[in-house]
């Protein structure tokens, strides 16, 4: 699964190249559910459809869609719970832009700017990747109603390529480390941050949690 | 501080570790007064269960004296509180409905995985039990970290003593449970396999519920002794035919439920007991089930099974067609402790319940590692082993 995942990325990078750009972002978002002929989505199918590496994840929050929305709207919020983000710097403007530091194995760091792309008050925040950024990255997080009182769903979608050449790879392999295990984690962390107001650790002492590695690496 | 750790296969030992401190702010430290071993730390000492690392500190069945809190626990210090091994949010779908040992918040994100491909779901965290099920540091210590203390915990009144609420942490619930499982009316006739402390607390709990008969089975006479001082029937599996025995036992119809309270390591010479012995033994991950197949064909049909055994991988010639032809219907689970604390404590203030009769040794922390070799090797008289940190040393014995 991660070698077939893996081929699958480096495959990518030397057919797509660096440019993927905003008419791509369309196709991406109106294929959602394309290319099978059941009612899962697309990520669920056994052969990735989409031109690029695609991973999703739903799970089910006890919390209304509104709060969560908000939540995460504030994309400085977002690496309390994204294992591989140290920070994102917001930079205003209409188009919602931000810097994100992802942290990348031997102690760097992979340059990533986004923008919104999309956005639909409590159900729907959408963002892109724009120009300067080691990777291409087009994220998608929707927020519609569980059946009777279990809340909200919540799915993230993202679907990514990395320039070509061994830079792009080895730059894929950090940032886009099996990327499923880790879209499926950080959900988890969300999902316990907003029903719990914590994320669980097993950590012993203050020096073993997921907060103090992280300064330590900055 | 001193902690029973964990380093391998009937290789436990009392070790300086770090004393644990609050990370979460829901998180309390309590100063463990007492700290029981559990035929489930069995399954880890016995190497059973998959996902133990040297150094692990364990124990799961524990009270103790709030020393700190954090900013989100309801606790204060100086209570005496008794903590569920499982450890739960209060705040997910499970929780809320009451399945507290199905958290979905507890089990730490990156330690979900290996429980999600063994079972097709992530586990929810218990107390030093492998990490498989969070990784979490366990109670036979001088100190513990709880996570969530504002939900699991409960306050014990001052006139209890710790040996009469103690297990409230595990076995006493888990018994509970599992002869609420066995969905008893009253005129049933109820077996349990199994007379160690959740077999006997079963018992109890069967009679408490109404059961017009207990039979309780294992081969240690002492602890059929103790079943049968509870107002059980009991049958010694080596000298009897327990199928015969049951049968003609429940008037020829075969009994109406029936509680697996032996788990994975079902002792025996049966013959593919003998062949999941060897299986466990290399490592290929067979459970024994022994008394559960047994359990199964014994049940009358449209009868009820309850397991609360611990099984933790998968199982060979599994009498598939005895349940589905009988059409059985099987309860399991981890317990919801949470659910029962309150309850319990209230029928151990009032008397329904005993739970002190089948205490056999009480032991300094620092002998813990001579506690697990005879709670294991001489099950017939360890019938429970109760830990306390503060205790003096005695001589060798
Ligand atoms: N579901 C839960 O939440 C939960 C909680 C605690 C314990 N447990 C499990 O309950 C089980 C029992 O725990 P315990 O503390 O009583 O353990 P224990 O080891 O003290 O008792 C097990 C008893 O089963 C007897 N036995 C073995 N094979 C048998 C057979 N074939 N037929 C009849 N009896 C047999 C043994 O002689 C022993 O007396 C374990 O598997 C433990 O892991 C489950
Ligand atoms: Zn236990
Ligand atoms: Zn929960």
């Given at each position: 699964?991660?070698?077939?995942?893996?081929?699958?990325?480096?495959?990518?990078?030397?057919?797509?190249?660096?440019?993927?750009?905003?008419?791509?972002?369309?196709?991406?978002?109106?294929?959602?559910?394309?290319?099978?002929?059941?009612?899962?989505?697309?990520?669920?199918?056994?052969?990735?459809?989409?031109?690029?590496?695609?991973?999703?994840?739903?799970?089910?929050?006890?919390?209304?869609?509104?709060?969560?929305?908000?939540?995460?709207?504030?994309?400085?919020?977002?690496?309390?719970?994204?294992?591989?983000?140290?920070?994102?710097?917001?930079?205003?403007?209409?188009?919602?832009?931000?810097?994100?530091?992802?942290?990348?194995?031997?102690?760097?760091?992979?340059?990533?700017?986004?923008?919104?792309?999309?956005?639909?008050?409590?159900?729907?925040?959408?963002?892109?990747?724009?120009?300067?950024?080691?990777?291409?990255?087009?994220?998608?997080?929707?927020?519609?109603?569980?059946?009777?009182?279990?809340?909200?769903?919540?799915?993230?979608?993202?679907?990514?390529?990395?320039?070509?050449?061994?830079?792009?790879?080895?730059?894929?392999?950090?940032?886009?480390?099996?990327?499923?295990?880790?879209?499926?984690?950080?959900?988890?962390?969300?999902?316990?941050?907003?029903?719990?107001?914590?994320?669980?650790?097993?950590?012993?002492?203050?020096?073993?949690?997921?907060?103090?590695?992280?300064?330590?690496?900055? | 501080?001193?902690?029973?750790?964990?380093?391998?296969?009937?290789?436990?030992?009392?070790?300086?570790?770090?004393?644990?401190?609050?990370?979460?702010?829901?998180?309390?430290?309590?100063?463990?007064?007492?700290?029981?071993?559990?035929?489930?730390?069995?399954?880890?000492?016995?190497?059973?269960?998959?996902?133990?690392?040297?150094?692990?500190?364990?124990?799961?069945?524990?009270?103790?004296?709030?020393?700190?809190?954090?900013?989100?626990?309801?606790?204060?210090?100086?209570?005496?509180?008794?903590?569920?091994?499982?450890?739960?949010?209060?705040?997910?779908?499970?929780?809320?409905?009451?399945?507290?040992?199905?958290?979905?918040?507890?089990?730490?994100?990156?330690?979900?995985?290996?429980?999600?491909?063994?079972?097709?779901?992530?586990?929810?965290?218990?107390?030093?039990?492998?990490?498989?099920?969070?990784?979490?540091?366990?109670?036979?210590?001088?100190?513990?970290?709880?996570?969530?203390?504002?939900?699991?915990?409960?306050?014990?009144?001052?006139?209890?003593?710790?040996?009469?609420?103690?297990?409230?942490?595990?076995?006493?619930?888990?018994?509970?449970?599992?002869?609420?499982?066995?969905?008893?009316?009253?005129?049933?006739?109820?077996?349990?396999?199994?007379?160690?402390?959740?077999?006997?607390?079963?018992?109890?709990?069967?009679?408490?519920?109404?059961?017009?008969?207990?039979?309780?089975?294992?081969?240690?006479?002492?602890?059929?002794?103790?079943?049968?001082?509870?107002?059980?029937?009991?049958?010694?599996?080596?000298?009897?035919?327990?199928?015969?025995?049951?049968?003609?036992?429940?008037?020829?119809?075969g009994?109406d439920a029936?509680?697996?309270?032996?788990?994975?390591?079902?002792?025996?010479?049966?013959?593919?007991?003998?062949?999941?012995?060897?299986?466990?033994?290399?490592?290929?991950?067979?459970?024994?089930?022994?008394?559960?197949?047994?359990?199964i064909?014994?049940v009358r049909p449209g009868g009820r099974v309850?397991?609360?055994?611990?099984?933790?991988?998968?199982?060979?010639?599994?009498?598939l067609g005895a349940l589905m032809e009988k059409g059985l219907k099987v309860?399991?689970?981890?317990?919801?402790?949470?659910?029962?604390?309150?309850?319990?404590?209230?029928?151990?203030?009032?008397?329904?319940?005993?739970?002190?009769?089948?205490?056999?040794?009480?032991?300094?922390?620092?002998?813990?590692?001579?506690?697990?070799?005879?709670?294991?090797?001489?099950?017939?008289?360890?019938?429970?082993?109760?830990?306390?940190?503060?205790?003096?040393?005695?001589?060798?014995?």
């Amino acid at each position: 699964m991660k070698h077939k995942q893996e081929a699958g990325i480096a495959g990518g990078l030397v057919a797509v190249g660096l440019a993927v750009g905003t008419a791509a972002f369309g196709i991406f978002l109106g294929r959602r559910h394309s290319g099978g002929n059941d009612d899962a989505p697309q990520f669920a199918r056994r052969s990735n459809q989409a031109e690029h590496a695609l991973v999703g994840r739903s799970v089910t929050i006890r919390k209304p869609a509104a709060e969560l929305y908000e939540y995460w709207r504030d994309f400085c919020n977002l690496p309390e719970f994204m294992e591989n983000v140290e920070k994102i710097a917001k930079q205003g403007g209409p188009t919602g832009g931000a810097v994100w530091k992802v942290k990348a194995p031997g102690g760097g760091t992979i340059a990533l700017k986004t923008e919104i792309a999309e956005e639909v008050e409590n159900k729907r925040i959408a963002w892109r990747s724009v120009e300067g950024s080691d990777i291409e990255i087009m994220g998608e997080v929707r927020f519609s109603p569980a059946p009777g009182d279990r809340g909200t769903r919540v799915s993230l979608r993202i679907e990514y390529d990395a320039p070509g050449g061994a830079v792009g790879r080895s730059i894929a392999k950090a940032f886009l480390r099996e990327p499923e295990v880790q879209a499926r984690h950080d959900l988890k962390r969300f999902k316990m941050l907003m029903e719990t107001g914590e994320i669980a650790t097993s950590a012993h002492r203050r020096s073993e949690t997921r907060e103090a590695k992280q300064q330590e690496n900055a | 501080m001193r902690a029973l750790t964990w380093h391998g296969t009937h290789d436990v030992r009392v070790d300086n570790v770090p004393d644990p401190q609050v990370i979460n702010p829901r998180d309390a430290i309590l100063k463990i007064t007492s700290t029981a071993i559990c035929g489930s730390d069995l399954h880890l000492y016995d190497g059973a269960i998959p996902g133990a690392l040297p150094g692990d500190v364990l124990g799961h069945e524990f009270m103790g004296e709030v020393v700190e809190t954090g900013k989100g626990s309801t606790l204060k210090k100086g209570q005496r509180v008794v903590v569920p091994f499982t450890i739960s949010c209060g705040g997910c779908f499970h929780c809320k409905i009451q399945q507290y040992s199905a958290c979905e918040n507890s089990n730490p994100a990156e330690k979900q995985d290996m429980s999600a491909t063994l079972y097709g779901h992530p586990m929810a965290a218990l107390f030093g039990y492998s990490h498989l099920t969070g990784g979490y540091s366990g109670g036979q210590a001088e100190y513990v970290r709880v996570p969530f203390s504002d939900v699991g915990p409960i306050v014990i009144p001052d006139h209890l003593e710790d040996d009469q609420v103690l297990f409230l942490s595990d076995i006493l619930p888990t018994g509970w449970m599992g002869a609420e499982n066995a969905e008893i009316q009253p005129d049933d006739t109820v077996a349990v396999w199994g007379c160690g402390p959740v077999g006997l607390f079963a018992v109890q709990s069967a009679l408490v519920m109404g059961a017009s008969k207990v039979i309780a089975i294992d081969h240690y006479p002492h602890r059929l002794e103790l079943a049968k001082q509870l107002g059980a029937e009991v049958i010694n599996f080596k000298t009897t035919n327990v199928r015969e025995a049951l049968m003609e036992m429940s008037g020829g119809i075969g009994v109406d439920a029936v509680i697996d309270a032996v788990g994975m390591e079902s002792h025996g010479f049966a013959v593919d007991n003998m062949i999941d012995m060897v299986k466990q033994k290399v490592g290929m991950g067979a459970d024994r089930a022994s008394a559960l197949k047994q359990a199964i064909l014994a049940v009358r049909p449209g009868g009820r099974v309850s397991i609360p055994g611990v099984y933790g991988g998968m199982t060979d010639k599994f009498p598939l067609g005895a349940l589905m032809e009988k059409g059985l219907k099987v309860n399991s689970g981890q317990t919801h402790v949470q659910k029962y604390t309150q309850p319990l404590l209230e029928k151990i203030e009032d008397g329904t319940l005993d739970t002190t009769f089948l205490i056999s040794h009480r032991l300094p922390l620092e002998d813990a590692a001579r506690g697990y070799k005879n709670f294991r090797e001489q099950q017939n008289s360890w019938t429970k082993v109760i830990l306390k940190p503060g205790m003096e040393k005695e001589g060798a014995g």
